[in-house]
């Protein structure tokens, strides 16, 4: 049984690009939350998708969007990238249905020169 | 809102030596609470949660934490650390809705000392 994948597994952009991460959840999981997590803290919650509809959202400027697909993948866009926006991302996916807990992918390292 | 304290960003202990990594929370409802581990340039993989049922929750690796409502507290342990123990632990809460977000403290840095 595949665990959560995400692509790619590292990123160099430069500042005001544009960036598209992705994440297949766990099998039989149908709802995806996005974490941005900077060197030396802890994962920040992004937003979360749920029959391909954005659920719940953090604190993170429109510059990030998401998309989730009828298959449940989900993808996230930053446009405009800034110095700030290197982090490490993660995706995590959970059952809608006794959903208390979620599971985690490796993560994307983004790197913004 | 919902908040994480983990006192002590980096805790050092010996091989074979308790290990314990505080946690407290705040929430205006009742909590789900979650301790993650973190190894190196990976992600995070469940160590243990509360859910109201049991306060002594037991998890993997010979972890366990107590659920303690009157001092908002949710603290890690391990009786005996292992040298594979070193890692980033998080503490994370999240409201009982099902599938809620997770927030998460800072994280402690467990070093192990042979």
């Known amino acids: ?113 | 809102a919902q908040s994480v304290t983990q006192l002590g960003s980096h805790v050092s202990v010996s091989e074979g030596a308790l290990v314990l990594l505080r946690c407290n929370y705040s929430s205006s409802v009742p909590p789900y609470l979650f301790w993650y581990v973190q190894y190196p340039n990976q992600g995070l993989q469940l160590l243990l949660k509360y859910t109201s049922a049991a306060t002594l929750v037991k998890g993997i690796n010979g972890f366990e934490a107590e659920f303690k409502k009157s001092e908002t507290s949710f603290h890690l342990t391990k009786p005996s650390a292992h040298m594979s123990d070193a890692a980033e632990y998080f503490c994370a809460v999240s409201d009982a809705n099902q599938g809620g977000k997770l927030i998460f403290g800072q994280g402690t840095e467990l070093s192990v000392k042979p």
Not at chain 1, 32 to 60: D, K
């Open chain 1, 1 to 113: 049984d595949a665990g959560v994948t995400q692509s790619p597994t590292h990123l160099i952009k430069t500042r005001g690009q544009q960036v598209t991460l992705r994440c297949s959840p766990k099998s039989g999981h149908d709802t995806v939350s996005w974490y941005q997590q900077a060197l030396g803290q802890g994962p920040q919650f992004i937003f979360q998708y749920y029959e391909e509809e954005e659920r719940q959202r953090g604190n993170f400027p429109d510059r990030f969007s998401g998309h989730q697909f009828p298959n449940y993948s989900s993808e996230l866009n930053v446009n405009a990238l800034l110095l700030g926006d290197s982090a490490l991302y993660l995706c995590a996916s959970s059952p809608i249905q006794g959903g208390d807990e979620q599971f985690f992918g490796p993560g994307t390292r983004l790197t913004v020169l």
